[in-house]
């Protein structure tokens, strides 16, 4: 089959990775993909959020299946316009789209249908928000409403810092995304990132991983897009998969078919295991940067049946995945400066070492320059992965691999799973 593969960082290199190793395809493009998913897929430079490019790319290669990879697409409304052209879609529609493209539906969301998360108010002003601070206990939990790479979310120890905050997102630092800002109540636990496919009326549970939010060691700095995963992660016991499962998995399956836009694709839940259970810290429509390499370096199944399977309302008909008994985690190598200004251009050598079995290096955020040199052009970078039998022997072949790599400009945390050593 043919497929096309849609977006240009880690996640998508991730994918890129596992549908290449699939006897199913036939040819495999990426768009407009990175200078790492070169090895891997044919490369068309068509951004992921020219829907009309993309459409027109799907027509031309005969693609049998459209694999989105960025929350950016699903918003541009690639998941519709591939449905109204007749072709198959790993991907939900802009309307199902906005459990991550806006916070404040969602939490509107789960009120509406009895999902438990953090209480919460939604402010239209700096001056409505601020007020709104005297409702909640610091620390102080503002996100902007719309998207914004994973940096619209500021956790202020200080009603100073909050305010700040406050200013900062409607003074414009996110754009359209921070017009509207959400307040949310801190919620005390250990976070999980767990995963479900859905073809608009079956589902099924697609693994779990833990994420690092901070820049920094420690968990100290400001939060990322997230800095380094691990999987499985000891948080996931068999209890609290099921109730995140029942509590909101299919909660959020049956509420978004009930609005009228049925799920097709991947819904990533990004929860906090609190001593009440398991509350929803957000929504993402598409798999976790980095989770999903992570999940992919552990998925023993051929990932590209399960894919087409979500697209054409067979997930019925699938067994359960097999994973993997053996560990996996990614350390996230950014730019200096990251997550606010990245030092841009930074070279990059070592890449294409001959790493040992099981280590992988997944381009994030990288491009070649006009001699073929590869360079920094981003805040994440690449993604440096490994398994191993254990979580610390996965952990020590991911950081070889990085300490293998030479990119001066780039920094990453040394700790990454330190919670489950
Ligand atoms: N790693 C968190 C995210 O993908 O948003």
Known sequence: MNILLVGSGGR???????????????????????PGMAAQCELRGVAATDVAGLVGLAKEIAADLVVIGPETAVDAGLGDALAAAGIACFG?????????????????????????????????????????????????????????????????????????????????????????????????????????????????????????????DGEQGPNTGGMGTYSPAPVFTPELVEQVRTRLVEPAFAGIAADGAPYRGVLFVELMATKHGPKL?????????????????????????????????RLSQMPPPVWSDESAVCVVVAAKGYPGTPAAGGEI??????????????????????EGVLRAAGGRVLNVCARGATLREARDRAYAAV???????????????????
Request: hydrophobic share 45%; charged share 25%; aromatic share 10%.
């Open 403 to 421: 300490d293998a790599i030479d990119f001066a400009d780039g920094f990453c945390r040394r700790d990454i799973g330190w919670r489950a050593l």
């Open 281 to 313: 810290v957000e929504f993402n429509v598409r798999f976790g940067d980095p989770e999903c390499q992570v999940l992919m370096l552990r998925l023993e199944s051929d990932l590209v049946p399960y894919l087409q399977a979500c697209a054409e309302g």
């Open 92 to 216: 939900p529609s802009a309307q199902a789209g906005q459990l991550e493209s806006s916070k404040a539906f969602t939490k509107a969301f789960c009120d509406r249908y009895g999902l438990p998360t953090s209480a919460y108010a939604v402010c239209e002003s700096a001056a409505e928000a601020k007020t709104a601070l005297d409702r909640f206990e610091p620390p102080y939990v503002i996100k902007a409403d719309g998207l914004a790479a994973g940096k619209g979310v500021v956790i202020a120890p200080e009603r100073a810092e909050a305010e700040a905050a406050i200013d900062d997102a409607f003074g414009g630092r996110f754009g359209a995304a921070g017009a509207r800002v959400v307040i949310e109540e801190f919620l005390e636990g250990e976070i999980g990132s767990l995963f479900a496919l859905c073809d608009g009326k079956d589902s099924m549970v697609f693994g779990w991983a833990q994420d690092h939010k901070r820049a920094f």
């Open 349 to 370: 050598r070592g890449t294409e070492a001959n790493f040992g079995a099981g280590q992988v290096v997944f381009h994030a955020g990288t491009k070649r320059d006009a």
């Open 12 to 34: 998508e290199h991730a994918l890129a990775w596992k549908i290449a190793a699939s006897p199913l395809v036939t040819r495999f493009v990426a768009a407009p993909g990175n």
